[in-house]
Structure formats: structure tokens, C-alpha cells
């Protein structure tokens, strides 16, 4: 048995988030305000504003570029939305 085998089941909520751009921007956003939050529960927010916001823009596009790769490596398409042209009167 393939250890990728074992794996496969483990990769299907990240497949199901990968899917669509809006979950996964809503993931880095959670996960970006979350290491906010910290930061201000323990600097206090002028912290968060002067000195500590980089994390947070490193964190945010790390995890932005991670999901780009991720779904090129596991061959996830996003869906174009096409606009209907108007209607002719």
C-alpha cells in the first residue's frame, strides 16, 4: 500500500477549499485576523499598527501563494465566470 494512498482521504477538505476563490480567501482571512487578534491581545493595537503588521502581510501572502501551488500540484481549474452579453431590443 502507497503512503499516498493513506494520504488521499486527507486531501479532500483542502481540495473542497481550493475549489472556490471565495473559500479560500475567506481561510486566509481567518487565519490572517486571527494572528491580529493575538497581536493586539498581546501588544495592544499600536503595536499591530506601527511595528507588527508584517507578519500578518507575510502570513497572508505565503498562504496566498501556497494555495496558487497547490492548485497547479493537484491540477484544480477554477471556473471562469462569463458575463451574458445584453440582450438585443
Known amino acids: ?6 494520504g488521499a482521504p486527507f486531501w479532500t477538505p483542502v481540495d473542497w477549499l481550493l475549489r472556490a476563490e471565495r473559500r479560500t480567501n475567506t481561510l ?3 487565519v490572517v485576523g486571527a494572528q ?3 497581536i493586539v491581545g498581546d501588544g495592544g493595537l ?18 496566498y501563494v501556497l494555495a496558487r501551488w497547490l492548485r497547479r500540484v493537484r491540477g484544480i481549474e477554477l471556473a471562469t465566470v462569463r ?7
Open 83 to 89: 458575463s451574458e452579453p445584453p440582450p438585443d431590443e
Open 46 to 63: 499600536a503595536a499591530l499598527v506601527t511595528e507588527i503588521w508584517e507578519p500578518c502581510a507575510i502570513l497572508g501572502g505565503a498562504l
Open 28 to 30: 486566509i482571512a481567518l
Open 36 to 38: 491580529a487578534v493575538y
Open 1 to 6: 500500500m502507497r503512503l499516498s494512498d493513506m
